[in-house]
């Protein structure tokens, strides 16, 4: 069984994938407390749902295109099932994880987009840097969010050390909703010599940052 917050269609907001519809399946809970989070409702409640219900949910979007979160959906045992078997229906998967999970055990066919927290969420002492070390060139994306210099000095330190412009299909810079000057971030990126791609949250612009199943 599989704790669910909430299951719905719309635009992928994030990463290489941005601007295609999907199917997102929100998994209830997360071990983590970024200061910023933009998901605490997920930390709680959620509905008791067998992956074959969510599984019949999905289907009836006829997307091809799936992503698994949360929360963080890979601290739920049942999410490793459901990961499964949607790949085994064809489906193109997603898995946006917080990184403090280990993804080892997910099925290979998804693909992982990993954050790594950066000293500002308040949570940068508990990657899982292993992590880092399965990062697949051809499929799997890493996330940073960027709250101000100090955060940009790690990812570019965390970049370098782990060789993630190679090792990674992108490097993701997010800044933190509201808080993070865009255009000082832009031009961190525009001086870095580093391929990384700057991303705003698509959804947030169409719907609003408050906007929940969407
Ligand atoms: S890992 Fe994600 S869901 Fe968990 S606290 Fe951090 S931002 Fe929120």
């Given at each position: 069984?599989?704790?669910?917050t909430?299951?719905f269609?719309?635009?992928q907001?994030?990463?290489?994938?941005?601007?295609?519809?999907c199917a997102?399946?929100?998994?209830?809970?997360?071990?983590?407390?970024?200061?910023w989070?933009?998901s605490?409702?997920?930390f709680t409640?959620?509905?008791?749902?067998?992956v074959?219900?969510?599984?019949e949910?999905?289907?009836?979007?006829?997307?091809?295109?799936?992503?698994v979160?949360?929360g963080?959906p890979?601290?739920q045992?049942g999410?490793?099932?459901?990961?499964?078997?949607l790949?085994?229906e064809g489906?193109?998967?997603?898995?946006e994880t917080?990184?403090y999970?280990s993804?080892?055990?997910?099925?290979?066919?998804?693909?992982?987009?990993?954050?790594?927290?950066?000293p500002?969420?308040g949570e940068?002492e508990?990657n899982?840097?292993p992590?880092?070390?399965?990062l697949r060139?051809?499929?799997?994306e890493?996330?940073?969010v960027v709250a101000?210099r100090a955060?940009w000095?790690?990812?570019?330190?965390?970049?370098r050390?782990?060789g993630?412009?190679t090792t990674?299909?992108a490097?993701?810079v997010s800044p933190?909703?509201?808080e993070?000057?865009l255009?000082e971030?832009?031009?961190w990126?525009k001086?870095?010599g580093l391929?990384?791609?700057m991303?705003?949250q698509?959804?947030?612009h169409?719907?609003?940052?408050?906007?929940r199943g969407?």
């Amino acid at each position: 069984m599989l704790r669910v917050t909430e299951i719905f269609h719309s635009i992928q907001g994030e990463s290489t994938h941005a601007g295609r519809p999907c199917a997102f399946v929100r998994l209830t809970g997360c071990p983590m407390r970024c200061v910023w989070c933009d998901s605490e409702y997920t930390f709680t409640g959620g509905e008791r749902m067998s992956v074959e219900d969510v599984l019949e949910r999905v289907r009836a979007y006829g997307c091809r295109l799936v992503e698994v979160t949360g929360g963080e959906p890979l601290a739920q045992a049942g999410a490793f099932d459901l990961i499964a078997r949607l790949c085994e229906e064809g489906y193109e998967v997603l898995i946006e994880t917080g990184g403090y999970v280990s993804t080892e055990g997910v099925d290979e066919r998804a693909k992982i987009i990993l954050d790594v927290k950066c000293p500002a969420s308040g949570e940068a002492e508990r990657n899982h840097w292993p992590n880092l070390g399965r990062l697949r060139a051809d499929k799997d994306e890493v996330k940073f969010v960027v709250a101000d210099r100090a955060d940009w000095d790690y990812t570019l330190e965390v970049i370098r050390r782990y060789g993630l412009t190679t090792t990674a299909r992108a490097v993701l810079v997010s800044p933190v909703w509201g808080e993070t000057d865009l255009r000082e971030l832009a031009e961190w990126i525009k001086e870095c010599g580093l391929d990384v791609r700057m991303q705003l949250q698509m959804h947030k612009h169409i719907w609003g940052a408050e906007a929940r199943g969407v």
